[in-house]
């Protein structure tokens, strides 16, 4: 099961390193991380998914992020009332018959076309797991060239 962590660290040279140092070498995979300076940018905040099978799993890897010196909080999740968010960029091919069938997915997802030219449209979109996942299926249809996308953000309600 995937599980998303927030972490508040001190903004300092290594710190990101040494958290993903915690999970590799405990053989713990990040299936995302997203990090980024707050309102104070002496502090930064790292939002990590992570695959634990297990309550143990995630309350150790809870201990080993609160042990490290640069880490001010952690919080989990996975019980607490929350909201999250990932985006996504990709370039599809359309032809310009195709580019109101194109715009009238975005009727559905939160989402643009941001730059078109010669047969490639440049998208971006805003979403959860599952409405990302639902726009990418429906992107394929058109012909998706490239595609980046962040990682989960997550914030408490």
């Known amino acids: 099961m995937?599980?998303?962590i927030s972490v508040l660290v001190e903004n300092k040279f290594g710190?990101?390193?040494r958290v993903a140092g915690l999970f590799?070498?405990?053989g713990y995979n990040i299936a995302s991380l997203a990090v980024s300076e707050t309102l104070d940018p002496s502090i930064s905040y790292m939002t990590i998914v992570v695959e634990a099978q297990d309550e143990k799993i995630l309350e150790q890897i809870n201990k080993q992020l609160n042990k490290l010196i640069d880490v001010i909080t952690v919080t989990d999740f996975t019980k607490k009332a929350?909201?999250?968010r990932e985006m996504v960029m990709a370039k599809v091919e359309y032809s310009p018959k195709d580019k109101a069938k194109l715009e009238s997915i975005f009727d559905k997802y939160v989402g643009k076309i941001i730059k078109a030219k010669a047969g490639i449209a440049?998208?971006?979109?805003?979403g959860d797991q599952a409405q990302i996942k639902g726009l990418l299926e429906q992107?394929?249809?058109f012909g998706v060239k490239e595609l980046v996308r962040t990682g989960r953000?997550?914030?408490a309600e």
């Open 139 to 141: 992107l394929d249809k």
């Open 153 to 155: 953000l997550a914030i």
């Open 122 to 126: 440049i998208i971006e979109a805003v």
């Open 15 to 17: 710190v990101l390193a």
């Open 82 to 84: 929350h909201i999250d």
């Open 24 to 26: 590799s070498a405990r």
């Open 2 to 4: 995937r599980h998303t």
